[in-house]
């Protein structure tokens, strides 16, 4: 089996500020990794995947993630937030195509 | 291009009755998806079809089905409603089957059992 863990629920953080939001999860095969995010009143939008190659994983909206296989971690990172970037973001994994473990989420917060 | 789209917006049943829920998927997408959301569970994975095709199945009682049509649209219902089954009710759908390609999720369907 596999579980994901957020390591935040909430993390507030002021604009134009870097921010790293954790992920860690278990698992005794290979997993796919992913970070979604949703908008208040809408779906979840896919920021970014790891399924194999380059730790280093890059998104949309200038978000990147890193893959930690011996720290079984899959943290996200932007290195400047906007106010737009306010959004709950769920981590994910997925044994090699089966269907997404989500976690329970982290609530960004970005003030001025 | 149209995205994903869940019918309907919003729901209120009675205990006891039952619900039929819609998604539409991308055009040329073939694999359907559909999580529930709740405070207190998160979201949960609960079938996968590709090809009108179960491919997976989440953990959920027998009251859960779904079914996938020769356009790839899928629906869900859940029958002798219960008050836990109130929930954001989500639908993703892929290219392909498998979680790799990425999914492309519904504004969802938000139910409320009273």
């Known amino acids: 089996a596999q579980s994901v863990t957020q390591l935040d629920s909430q993390v507030p953080v002021f604009e134009e500020a870097p921010v790293e939001l954790r992920c860690n999860y278990s698992?005794?095969?290979?997993?796919?990794l992913f970070w979604y995010v949703q908008y208040p009143n809408q779906g979840l939008q896919l920021l970014l995947k790891?399924?194999?190659?380059?730790?280093l994983v890059k998104g949309i909206n200038g978000f990147e993630a890193e893959f930690n296989k011996s720290q079984t971690s899959f943290h996200l990172r932007k290195p400047s937030v906007h106010i737009s970037d306010t959004a709950e973001y769920f981590c994910?994994?997925?044994?090699?195509?089966?269907?997404?473990?989500f976690g329970k989420g982290t609530s960004l917060l970005v003030t001025p | 291009k149209a995205g994903v789209t869940q019918t309907p917006r919003y729901l209120i049943k009675t205990r006891g009755q039952q619900v039929t829920l819609s998604c539409s998927p991308i055009s040329g997408h073939r694999s359907v998806s559909w999580y529930q959301q709740t405070p207190g569970q998160g979201l949960q994975f609960l079938f996968e079809y590709f090809s009108e095709t179960q491919r997976n199945k989440g953990n959920f009682p027998g009251r859960f089905s779904g079914r996938q049509f020769s356009n790839s649209r899928s629906e869900m219902n859940v029958s002798t409603l219960e008050l836990g089954d109130s929930a954001l009710y989500l639908c993703?759908?892929?290219?392909?089957?498998?979680?790799?390609?990425?999914?492309?999720f519904g504004s969802g369907t938000r139910l409320t059992v009273v």
């Open positions: 993703a759908s892929s290219p392909g089957a498998g979680t790799e390609y990425g999914y492309t």
């Open positions: 698992s005794s095969v290979s997993v796919y």
């Open positions: 790891y399924l194999s190659g380059s730790t």
């Open positions: 994910a994994v997925s044994p090699l195509g089966y269907a997404l473990n």
